[in-house]
């Protein structure tokens, strides 16, 4: 196999990682390739001159040929596991749905592979966040207070500015916040929105929390170290819990 061309490298990496035992190639159709997991096989569906090559990919073009069925939205009908109506036929990433996330289409990648290698794994592809890299960014995950709101949750809402965070300050750049939607009940935290320097990279305390099923309190208990952009949700859920010492505003019940 010759390790020059990506998609005979992608191929050999399935081979290397153990998700495939065998690559088996044969000419069906044009212009693109499947995985066959059941058999371990990679089945081609191109034309001879491509008949090496390794990549995995749905042609939505000749969805009629396989029979694989579409949703009323146009996106390819996956179960759980990622699998079509068709048997051995998978589907990931955009041509299943939103979101239109780098990080959902890899996530949903892992999971089918990990089904296909038969290697145990728990990943449940849940609490996608989002970030928008904007200036300041703005990055989210779970509910907002709206949505939560709309779905009869009881909520309690704290926030907390960048403008009194010292990192945020030593940097020069005070805009934004963060805030915790949480659980008035449960005080399970419901989401975690932040709009800020760093907000993309702030945002995966928030995704591991719903992951986890934190509560409030579980952030509230947590040393953040001083003084960085983190503190910001740490002083949110402080502020939830109307023991902030160091927010302007204590209000902690949603309107
Ligand atoms: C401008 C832009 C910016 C974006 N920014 C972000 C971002 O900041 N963060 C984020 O999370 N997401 C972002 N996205 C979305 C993200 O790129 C997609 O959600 C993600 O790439 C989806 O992965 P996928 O594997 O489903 O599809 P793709 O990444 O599109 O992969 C599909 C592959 O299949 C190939 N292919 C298609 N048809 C055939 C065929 N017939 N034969 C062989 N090969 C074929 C394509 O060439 C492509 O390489 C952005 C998208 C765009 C367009």
């Not at 979101?99 to 296909?116: C, D, N, S, T, V």
Request: aromatic content about 6%; proline content about 4%; charged content about 25%.
């Amino acid at each position: 196999m010759n390790q020059d061309d990506p998609k005979k490298c992608t191929a050999l990496k399935l081979v290397r990682l153990g998700l495939v035992k065998k690559i088996s190639l044969r000419q069906v159709s044009k212009n693109a390739l499947l995985l066959n997991p059941m058999s371990t096989e990679i089945i081609c569906k191109t034309d001879a001159k491509h008949l090496n090559s390794g990549l995995v990919v749905i042609d939505c073009s000749w969805k009629e040929e396989i029979g694989i069925k579409f949703n009323s939205n146009g996106f390819i009908q996956v179960d759980d596991k990622m699998q079509t109506n068709v048997s051995n036929v998978f589907a990931i990433g955009d041509v299943v749905g939103p979101p239109w996330l780098a990080h959902k289409a890899y996530m949903q990648g892992r999971k089918l592979a990990y089904h296909i290698a038969k290697i145990p794994a728990n990943i449940q592809i849940k609490n996608i966040p989002y970030a928008v890299y904007t200036e300041p960014e703005i990055a989210s995950v779970g509910l907002t207070e709206e949505s939560a709101l709309e779905q009869k949750y009881d909520i309690r809402v704290g926030k907390f500015q960048f403008a009194a965070n010292a990192r945020a300050l030593t940097s020069d750049d005070g805009k934004g916040f963060a805030k915790v939607v949480v659980d008035n009940s449960t005080h399970k935290v419901l989401g975690v929105h932040i709009v800020g320097k760093n907000a993309s990279e702030l945002i995966s305390e928030g995704v591991l929390g719903l992951n986890i099923g934190m509560k409030i309190e579980d952030i509230e208990s947590s040393i953040h170290p001083h003084p960085t952009l983190t503190e910001a949700l740490f002083e949110a859920a402080l502020v939830s819990l109307d023991k902030s010492v160091h927010s302007f505003i204590k209000k902690s019940k949603s309107e």
